[in-house]
């Protein structure tokens, strides 16, 4: 599996988990919400930073 794959599957389960925590937790303000969106940050930017030719899903 390579990076690109890799980063995607990780952002939709953060994706979920925040979700999933925000539901559970009623709002963005509580701090485990708050960390969980800074790690869905974190590798947002981690996919954005690899290069486009590499993100393309397989044909």
């Known amino acids: 599996m390579d990076n ?5 599957i990780r952002i939709e389960r953060a994706r979920r988990k925040l979700h999933q925590m925000q539901m559970q937790y009623g709002g963005f ?3 485990k919400l708050l960390r969980q ?3 869905l940050d974190k590798l947002l930017n981690n996919y954005s930073n690899i290069p486009m030719q590499e993100r393309r ?3």
Not at 4 to 8: K, L, P
């Open 57 to 59: 899903p397989p044909a």
């Open 29 to 31: 303000s509580h701090p």
């Open 4 to 8: 690109a794959v890799f980063i995607r």
């Open 37 to 39: 969106s800074v790690e």
